[in-house]
């Protein structure tokens, strides 16, 4: 497959594409059978809002995000939260999958909580060790 974040290739980034551009990048990916990834590296609704909109127009299967706060744990995890519930309501039924990876700062068992209060059966999370 293809993992692919929106703004790799700065200029030449998925997030400066044209409708029709991801959708040719869609069906050469397709043509290729590969399957496509969006990452993006944030959990702030416009983030999420720009990277399951290229999802949707090349025929990405999954969007990978992680959350980027600073601040005290129990506000960032309250964010955090709220970022995820944002995607479950606004995207549980778009067809992609979603992935929360884990960020430094945060601890396995943090992010494996905020998985498993959202009840969002198309949020997986990376942990990376």
């Given amino acids: 497959g293809v993992k692919i974040h929106v ?5 030449f980034s998925l997030g400066n594409m044209d409708d029709k551009e991801l959708s040719a990048f ?3 990916a397709r043509r290729l059978n ?4 969006i990452e993006t590296s944030a959990s702030d609704k416009a983030s999420i809002d720009e990277a399951v909109a290229i999802a949707l127009k090349t025929g990405a299967s999954s969007v990978r995000f992680y959350p980027r706060y600073e601040g005290n744990l129990r506000d960032v ?3 955090i939260a709220n970022d995820i519930a944002y995607v479950r309501e606004t995207y549980q039924d778009s067809g992609l999958t979603f992935t929360i990876e884990q960020h ?4 396995s068992h ?3 909580s905020l998985v498993k209060e959202s009840e969002m059966e198309s949020l997986s999370l990376l942990l990376t060790v």
């Fill in 110 to 112: 943090e992010l494996v």
């Fill in 104 to 107: 430094e700062d945060l601890k």
């Fill in 26 to 28: 869609g069906d050469k």
């Fill in 7 to 11: 703004l790799d290739g700065e200029r």
């Fill in 34 to 37: 590969l399957d496509i990834h």
């Fill in 77 to 79: 995890l309250s964010i």
